[in-house]
């Protein structure tokens, strides 16, 4: 029973900080804000295995994990609370507190970020006072020697305690009663604070015609090989690796982007004004830093976007300005040298991926692509700032975690098909894989067996030199098991490197090899 308790006073306060926080903003709900304060304060290493070892789903079992905990704390609590009453009442008051210091923690944390956890621990200290009367632990507690009359009840030492008027269908019903209030407000919450509006928002929003068409890919660029990795990423494929325990939901229609800092004059741009604005189309493949070797965080696809370069030329960059730090919607923070961003390359405001509006998991309305760069210093999803300044003024959020300053991105190569430990029949195997050295482009690709030399791959028709390159070999396979390593040389001549380097702090390195057996 005290464990019912303290587990139902605890859904009820989760329940209705959820409910609060549809009206507040979602990034103060008390798991989300307590998720996002622990990916924030978990250490580099944490963070890399989570991403490793979880992938996209490493948020999923983040949250669960949170809800784990909660359950343990919230029963231990109840059990605990049934002789010390004050236990619920400072345990229901604690976790509310904890939910508030972390809300009001959150970048762009709104004003009122500590109500959704205040008020959610109010109503749960309610319910945990409405349970325990139920229960008659509160309120109608008797002692054995209560008889009708006042006197002794036969065979119980006077001084033994009871529960008084307890009714198990009583508790029992009003414990449904809460699970009840409980699952309404975590749903209504849920539903005020959906995406449907931004959903909605995204179906309303066109895709606008570019001045500058990407040229049609050529023939010769996806090789269709079984297992290969297609040239063009789907955009439910595309990688996404971010911060976000949730997704920004941001309507196009209210979208501004404020364009200030080291500037002779700020912009504000709404969705309509951009949009309205010079674009092209551009196919480009976007990687991440925590990408192990032979990982799948790299994907390409085409893009439509305003050149970077114009909005920064609009505004007029003042000399000495050497950074450009870009904000999300949720707050994080991310920096960009602006010599990336002005030397020629097609650094774009994004507002299309594929021939549809940005996917809302990718940054709808509008996020940033900057070929040759890791993601974590160029590819902000949900924009709405830009601020022009320098490396010395700010560190960007991955900055502050030890990542390094400047991260072009490296030269890799990959696998894709037979895949590790697949069992194969001897003879003539297709082995293919992709290669990327962004804004350098793929100049040859090598493959290995077991140790011997290297031996060119036939390469796929190139793109442009920012997006990827697919390559197959033809291997005359015999039986027994067999190492298969690549390497891939890029555009400016250098060969990818064998030393094998974590992502942490600037990108992986080594080459992609897998084991099979050939039967």
Not at 185 to 200: C, D, I, Q
Not at 298 to 306: D, K, M, P, Q, Y
Not at 406 to 426: G, M, N
Not at 470 to 496: K, M, N
Request: proline share 6%; aromatic share 6%; with cysteine.
């Amino acid at each position: 029973m005290g464990g019912a308790i303290g587990l139902l006073s605890a859904a009820v306060a989760v329940a209705s900080g959820e409910l609060v926080a549809a009206v507040v903003g979602r990034g103060a709900a008390p798991v989300i804000a307590v998720g996002g304060a622990a990916i924030d304060a978990a250490p580099t290493w944490l963070k890399s295995w989570a991403i490793a070892t979880f992938g996209d789903a490493d948020k999923t079992v983040l949250v669960a994990g949170i809800g784990a905990v909660l359950i343990v704390v919230a029963w231990t609590l109840g059990v605990m609370s049934l002789r010390r009453p004050w236990v619920g009442v400072v345990g229901v008051a604690g976790l509310g507190v904890v939910g508030a210091v972390a809300a009001a923690a959150r970048p762009a944390a709104p004003d009122l970020a500590i109500m959704p956890s205040a008020l959610g621990a109010l109503a749960g200290l309610a319910a945990y006072r409405w349970l325990r009367v139920a229960a008659a632990l509160d309120g109608g507690a008797t002692t054995a020697s209560d008889g009708p009359r006042g006197g002794a009840t036969h065979g119980s030492p006077a001084s033994s305690p009871r529960i008084g008027g307890y009714d198990r269908r009583r508790f029992l019903l009003t414990g449904l009663a809460t699970a009840g209030v409980a699952v309404t407000g975590a749903g209504a919450g849920r539903l005020l604070s959906s995406r449907a509006s931004a959903e909605a928002s995204r179906a309303s929003a066109s895709v606008p015609v570019p001045r500058g068409s990407a040229v049609p890919i050529p023939a010769g660029a996806d090789l269709g090989v079984p297992g290969l990795s297609p040239f063009i990423t789907p955009n439910d494929r595309f990688y996404r690796v971010d911060t976000a325990l949730f997704v920004p939901a941001v309507d196009a229609e209210t979208w501004r982007l404020r364009v200030h800092g080291m500037v002779e004059r700020e912009l504000d741009l709404t969705y309509a004004g951009l949009v309205s604005r010079p674009s092209v189309e551009r196919d480009i493949t976007l990687a991440c830093v925590s990408n192990e070797v032979g990982g799948s965080y790299v994907g390409n696809a085409r893009w439509i976007g305003v050149p970077l370069a114009d909005v920064l030329a609009e505004a007029g960059v003042l000399d000495g300005a050497t950074q450009l730090v870009s904000t999300s919607a949720d707050g994080w923070t991310c920096g960009t040298p602006v010599a990336a961003v002005t030397d020629g390359r097609d650094a774009l405001l994004a507002v299309s991926m594929n021939g549809e509006p940005l996917p809302l998991d990718h940054g709808f309305p509008v996020r940033m692509v900057v070929p040759g760069l890791y993601g974590y210093v160029s590819a902000t999803k949900w924009l709405v700032d830009l601020e022009l300044t320098t490396f010395e003024a700010f560190d960007a959020y991955w900055i502050r975690r030890g990542w390094a300053e400047q991260a072009p991105i490296k030269t890799q190569s990959r696998i894709d098909t037979p895949r590790a430990s697949d069992r194969l029949a001897a003879g003539d195997i297709t082995v293919a894989g992709v290669a990327w050295a962004q804004h350098r482009g793929i100049e040859a690709v090598e493959v290995q067996v077991d140790g011997g030399p290297w031996l060119a791959a036939e390469l796929a028709t190139e793109d442009t030199v920012d997006t990827w390159r697919q390559w197959r070999y033809r291997w005359p396979a015999t039986p027994g098991l067999h190492s298969i390593a690549v390497r891939a040389t890029d555009g400016d001549g250098v060969v990818q490197t064998a030393d094998p380097v974590p992502p942490f702090p600037d990108g992986a390195t080594g080459h992609h090899t897998i084991v099979v057996d050939v039967g």
